[in-house]
């Protein structure tokens, strides 16, 4: 399969919502993508595309990195998710990939990821990188990645409010 990534439109919503109800195994990642869109947070939501349906998406929403009062911005990736029928066909390395990409083009410096360093590390996150940063998240996998030599260096990452919903 060799899948087209693209930008969401509103006729996504729905597909979306599936996709990550069906990767997780619940509706958390799908309540949360559209809490990050209906707050205004979401920088990039891409999808899979493979003939007329949508496969797998991605989340890349607002955050920030706050250092002495003044805070940076950031791009947090989540969630991922691919339907699992279609899962370890390289969608979801597309959806990443193309996300950093374009993330990259828009001038923005920093993206954090929480999950498997085995799989994030292909894309060059770290755990070192992120260990810089003050996170209620620190860890293993905890992970970041610079997109240019402009990216805060140091600082306590604030994420787009949906998140404080999680459990
Ligand atoms: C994680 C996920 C998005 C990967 O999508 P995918 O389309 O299967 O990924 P790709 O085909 O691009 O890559 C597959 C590779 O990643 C590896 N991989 C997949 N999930 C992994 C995981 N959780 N930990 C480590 N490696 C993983 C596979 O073993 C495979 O390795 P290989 O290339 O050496 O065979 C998909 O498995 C998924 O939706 N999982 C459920 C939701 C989830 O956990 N999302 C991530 C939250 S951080």
Redesign the pocket.
């Known amino acids: 399969m060799s899948p087209a990534v693209r930008a969401e439109t509103p006729a996504d919503f729905a597909a979306i919502r599936a996709?990550?109800t069906v990767?997780?195994g619940g509706a958390q990642?799908a309540v949360l993508v559209d809490a990050l869109r209906d707050g205004g947070d979401l920088v990039l939501s891409l999808v899979?595309e493979a003939g007329d349906d949508i496969f797998?998406h991605?989340a890349f929403s607002r955050m920030q990195v706050e250092q002495a009062g003044r805070a940076a911005p950031a791009v947090s990736l989540?969630?991922?998710?691919?339907?699992?029928e279609?899962?370890?066909?390289?969608?979801?390395?597309?959806?990443?990939q193309g996300g950093l990409k374009q993330l990259a083009a828009d001038g923005e410096s920093l993206v954090f990821?929480?999950?498997?360093p085995?799989?994030?590390g292909?894309f060059g996150f770290t755990a070192a990188h992120a260990a810089r940063f003050v996170s209620p998240y620190a860890g293993p996998y905890f992970q970041s990645l610079a997109l240019s030599p402009q990216a805060p260096s140091s600082g306590a990452v604030r994420y787009a409010r949906a998140f404080a919903a999680l459990s």
């Open positions: 996709i990550n990767a997780f990642e899979a797998g991605v989540a969630p991922l998710a691919v339907r699992p279609y899962q370890r066909r390289g969608l979801g390395t597309a959806l990443v990821v929480l999950g498997e085995e799989y994030y292909r």
